[in-house]
């Protein structure tokens, strides 16, 4: 009999998912690890989807977004969450209000900053060590388990083929150190 792999959801950024996008990248490198449900905040919160200004995104997603797509995800069968940019923020908060995770993946998630915790699950952040916006040591210490900054590199440096094929190694790592297989 066949183990099932486990459940892993992957949560866009704030510009969603498109097709031939960077986070097909991500889902192919782990596809043969996990059972994959990719998710497009925008969809998850409401998002007006004709909005392309950044500014605009942010105001819909502070004002009515993040909840709504927070009261989504945390209803859903997961282990685990690779989540990317405001997709962080959105994880974030439905494992305080009740989603159960093994492990919280945040790529990016600099509004993680003004979150509180601690979470009951383990949690990795990645970051692009330019990134002013990312949460300081000290928020680090009191919350996170891992955080990985890539030097040089700004916000979105996730979308580079590159570093989808770092950060997944990482998970996958973790995923067999987790489960004793080499």
């Not at 866009?12 to 986070?23: A, L, N, P, Q």
């Not at 405001?86 to 790529?107: E, F, P």
């Amino acid at each position: 009999m066949s183990r099932l792999k486990p459940k892993l959801i992957i949560l866009s950024d704030i510009w969603g998912i498109v097709t031939d996008s960077w986070i097909e990248g991500y889902r192919d490198f782990l596809e043969p690890y996990f059972q994959i449900q990719l998710l497009d905040v925008r969809l998850l919160g409401g998002i007006d989807l004709s909005v392309s200004q950044i500014d605009l995104l942010h105001d819909q997603f502070i004002t009515k977004g993040i909840a709504k797509a927070v009261n989504e995800l945390r209803t859903m069968d997961t282990e685990y969450v690779l989540a990317f940019s405001i997709g962080g923020t959105i994880a974030w908060k439905a494992v305080l209000q009740g989603l159960q995770l093994r492990n919280l993946y945040a790529v990016s998630s600099t509004r993680l900053r003004k979150e509180q915790g601690p979470l009951n699950c383990d949690v990795s952040l990645f970051y692009g060590g330019l990134d002013a916006n990312m949460p300081n040591s000290h928020w680090q210490k009191k919350f996170v388990n891992q955080r990985i900054e890539y030097p040089g590199e700004r916000h979105e440096f996730y979308r580079k083929h590159h570093y989808a094929e770092l950060i997944t190694q990482y998970i996958i790592r973790k995923l067999l150190m987790s489960k004793n297989i080499s």
